[in-house]
């Protein structure tokens, strides 16, 4: 049985700036790609990543929501394992500036330098439903409620 609670995982997570964003290209692929949630990590259950509306992962978005993020931390200096985490949510795209400048963060100029004013940004949340780890000695899982 697992030990950690859910505030436990979310202070796991605080640390990962990158994670890999999944979602369903159609025909049973997968879409995989990697993301930075940019340090934005005060952990509810939400994911927020910044996007171009004119991309394939927020197309497959669109088409089906049901998405997955795959979280991993390397190994401590003592030896001890890393942690393993996934989640399976639904992802939504949020075009509200209101809301984007919320998880706004300056590194982002770096990918779309006129910041929010940058032609076809949008927000992609990831709500989880369920978020599973490991941590190489125990395992387990948490449904929302969280």
Same mark, same amino acid.
């Given at each position: 049985m697992s030990s950690k609670t859910f505030e436990d995982l979310a202070k796991s997570m605080k640390d990962i700036d990158f994670c890999m964003l999944c979602t369903n290209g159609g025909g049973g692929v997968i879409s995989t790609r990697p993301m930075?949630?940019?340090?934005?990590?005060?952990y509810d259950g939400d994911s927020y990543f910044f996007s171009y509306e004119e991309t394939r992962k927020v197309e497959e978005i669109a088409g089906n929501p049901s998405t997955t993020l795959t979280f991993t931390a390397p190994p401590?200096?003592?030896?001890?394992?890393?942690?393993?985490?996934?989640?399976?949510?639904?992802?939504s795209v949020i075009k509200? +500036? $209101? @809301?984007?400048e919320k998880h706004w963060v300056a590194d982002l100029d770096r990918w779309f330098p006129e910041g929010l004013d940058t032609p076809g940004i949008v927000m992609?949340?990831? +709500? $989880? @439903?369920?978020?599973s780890y490991w941590d190489g000695e125990e395992n387990g899982s948490f449904s929302r409620p969280f």
């Open positions: 930075s949630n940019n340090r934005d990590v005060e401590s200096l003592f030896g001890k394992p890393g942690i393993f985490i996934a989640v399976q949510g639904d992802a509200d +500036r $209101a @809301a984007m992609i949340r990831v +709500r $989880a @439903a369920e978020i």
